[in-house]
C-alpha cells in the first residue's frame, strides 16, 4: 500500500493535533517571551515566514523565529563561497548574520517552536522530512518519494548526526523512514530529538 494513503496517517494527524494542544498552555506564553526578546535585540518582526516544499509538492509559510538580521537573504549571495554543503543546501560557520538571541533559540532549537502552529494548522506533522526551502520542481524523480507524507519538525536524518549531510543521503534516511513508518518510530525519533537538544548536538 502506498504510504500516501496509508491508515497510519489518519492516526499521525491525530497524534500531531492532541500533542500539540497538550502544550499549547506552555508553548503559549514561551512564544510571547521569545518574540519580545528578538524584537529588542535587533530591528525587524520577531517571526521570519519562508516558504517551504511540504506534501505532494505543495508551498506553504513555514514559521521560524527570525535568528538573522533583517537583510540577510540580501547577505546570502556574498557568504555563497563560505557554504559547507552542496546547492541547493546552504551553511555557513559562525555565520555573520545571526543575531545574538539568533544564535541562543538555534543553539536550543527554540526558533522553531512556532512550527507548532504549522502542525496545528495541517502543513507539517511532528516526525517527518524536514520541508525544503527549494520547490518540487528542482527534486529528481526519485526525491519525491519524501512528498508522500507531510514534512516534520524532526526526522530521522537529524537524530543520526546527519545535519552535515547532502541532500541525497539525507533523502535516503527520508525514505527510510516512509518505508518504517509507524507509531513505534515517531516516539523513538521525538525522545531522540529531545535528547539532541538537552545535549546541544549539532547546535
Known amino acids: 500500500m502506498r504510504v500516501r494513503t496509508h491508515p497510519y496517517l489518519v492516526v499521525k494527524r491525530a497524534v500531531d493535533v492532541g500533542a500539540c494542544v497538550l502544550v499549547l498552555p506552555i508553548v ?18 520577531a517571526l521570519f515566514v519562508q516558504h517551504r516544499t511540504g506534501r505532494n509538492g505543495t ?23 563560505l557554504s559547507i554543503v ?56 526519485w526525491h519525491t518519494r519524501r512528498l508522500e507524507v507531510r514534512p516534520g519538525l524532526t526526522g530521522l536524518w537529524q537524530v543520526n548526526g ?18 518504517r513508518i509507524c507509531l513505534p518510530l515517531d516516539v523513538r525519533i521525538l525522545f531522540a530529538t529531545v535528547a539532541s537538544v538537552v545535549l546541544r548536538e549539532g547546535a
Open 162 to 179: 546527519r545535519n552535515l549531510a547532502d541532500f541525497d543521503e539525507r533523502l535516503r534516511l527520508d525514505v527510510r523512514y516512509i518505508d
Open 86 to 141: 552542496p546547492p541547493p543546501d546552504f551553511k555557513v560557520i559562525d555565520d555573520p548574520r545571526i543575531t545574538r538571541v539568533g544564535r541562543f533559540l538555534r543553539r536550543t532549537s527554540l526558533d522553531e517552536l512556532p512550527q507548532v502552529i504549522n502542525v496545528l494548522v495541517g502543513h507539517m506533522s511532528l516526525v517527518g522530512p524536514r520541508p525544503t526551502s527549494f520547490s518540487a520542481e528542482t527534486y529528481s524523480l
Open 59 to 81: 508551498r506553504f509559510p513555514m514559521l521560524k523565529f527570525r535568528t538573522m538580521v533583517r537583510n540577510a537573504e540580501e547577505l546570502k549571495a556574498s557568504l555563497a563561497h
Open 28 to 45: 503559549l506564553p514561551t512564544l510571547l517571551v521569545i518574540a519580545i526578546a528578538v524584537r529588542l535585540d535587533s530591528p525587524g518582526p
